[in-house]
């Protein structure tokens, strides 16, 4: 009897991952600017929020974000993707972590440690575009593995 419970149990387990598809989160929805994420890593999901809506249309403006490490980052960059209509419209990426350069808290933290960020955010943009469309961001290590990704959905009906 144990012994079917347990192959019972393990072959939920396996169809569960093998189907798994991330929630959609809401980071904030005001007014007539709403923001939500996906992440779009098959194996792991993470935590993001801000503040408030409002905040993303300043220059700076506070995050917080969590995740336990799948993969160590010696080195790291970032690529992120404005889509409109599922067309790639710009694209932006940087090196984040580099040996002697860097620019973020976290770099050097090693496989299985706790990630988590709390604090400013500056896009470089001076104000949210109108309508809706997804910036798709994506995190990679020196090995080309993905740290972390996701797809934000921004529907923005506001001018600010």
């Known amino acids: ?14 169809s569960i991952s093998a189907s798994t598809e991330w929630p959609t989160h ?4 005001e007014d007539n600017l709403e923001i939500h994420y ?10 993001f929020s801000i503040d408030r809506c409002s905040d993303v249309a300043t220059h700076t403006f506070n995050i917080r974000a969590a ?6 980052i010696k080195e790291l960059y970032v690529k992120v993707d404005l889509i409109i209509g599922g067309k790639t419209v710009l694209s932006y990426s940087d090196t984040l972590c580099e040996p002697g350069h860097s620019q973020l808290i ?11 960020y709390e604090g400013p955010v500056t896009l470089g943009i001076k ?6 469309y997804t910036v798709s ?16 959905t921004v529907k923005n009906y506001l001018d600010y």
Do not use: W
Request: net charge neutral; aromatic share 6%; proline share 3%.
């Open 1 to 14: 009897m144990k012994t079917s419970n347990a192959l019972v149990l393990i072959l939920v387990l396996l």
């Open 26 to 29: 809401t980071v904030c929805k």
């Open 38 to 47: 996906k992440s779009c890593d098959p194996q792991q999901d993470f935590a």
């Open 67 to 72: 995740m336990v490490l799948r993969h160590s």
């Open 106 to 116: 976290f770099c050097g933290k090693k496989k299985g440690e706790h990630l988590y």
């Open 127 to 132: 104000e949210i575009p109108q309508g809706e």
């Open 137 to 152: 961001a994506r995190l990679t290590n020196e090995d080309h593995v993905t740290v972390a990704c996701a797809d934000f």
